[in-house]
């Protein structure tokens, strides 16, 4: 089982619809990151957090450190949103430096 | 500003040959990390420098990988005997200080035949 799981793996929304994209994972961590990948490789990061909730424009990232779990939301979804969005975390444990990385959600949005 | 830089951007390979891939990080940053990416899954750690010092390799899958950063700046990564699982993207990415945000490069896509 991996230390970090998403879901879903790939998902299709039409312009202007909510998304949720999911993460659990399985270990303490002591900060979680979304990245955005487009096609091509680039990898921008979008949030680093440790507790609660963050928001930039329309993405919006939440967290459950009991629970273990972290959801990225983006509203008034675009097609320029559609890229592949991988959660990372920083275990507490090992090399603080080393994150370990989800598979990634696909989006694509469709006018 | 300019953000980390790789080169080269693809790389084709025939098995048995070495292949050195670049990594240019953001000025005075600190901390400099090296990624693998196969298709279509998430990035795995390689190996993670602070200034020169490597502090930790634990991610590289051979010894035939070799990394790096002499002057605590630009940063080599090394593939000895390239193999054709050794084909995916590597990305470099960087950050300030090593627990703060990583800002990544557009990777080295590398194909070994």
């Known amino acids: 089982k991996n230390e970090v799981e998403q879901s879903p793996q790939n998902l299709t929304a039409q312009e202007g619809e909510f998304i949720t994209i999911n993460c659990s994972y399985s270990v303490g961590i002591s900060a979680l990151h979304w990245l955005q990948q487009h096609p091509g490789g680039g990898i921008v990061s979008l949030f680093m957090l440790s507790s609660g909730k963050k928001k930039h424009g329309r993405l919006i990232a939440t967290i459950n450190i009991q629970e273990k779990h972290s959801s990225l939301h983006i509203t008034a979804s675009h097609p320029r949103d559609s890229a592949v969005y991988i959660c990372a975390v920083r275990p507490l444990t090992g090399t603080a430096s080393k994150l370990t990385f989800g598979t990634g959600t696909r989006l694509q949005v469709t006018l | 500003g300019a953000g980390v830089s790789q080169s080269p951007r693809y790389k084709v390979a025939k098995r048995g040959q070495d292949v050195a891939l670049r990594c240019d990080p953001i000025?005075?940053?600190?901390?400099l990390f090296w990624y693998q990416q196969a298709l279509g899954q998430g990035p795995e750690f390689l190996t993670y420098?602070?200034?020169?010092?490597?502090?930790?390799k634990s991610g590289l899958p051979s010894d035939r990988f070799f990394a790096e950063r002499p002057e605590g700046s630009v940063s080599t990564l090394k593939i000895q005997r390239t193999q054709q699982e050794d084909s995916a993207v590597y990305l470099c990415a960087s950050s300030l200080l090593e627990q703060e945000t990583q800002y990544f490069g557009p990777g080295t896509r590398l194909l070994v035949l």
């Open positions: 000025s005075g940053h600190v901390s």
């Open positions: 420098f602070q200034n020169e010092a490597q502090l930790d």
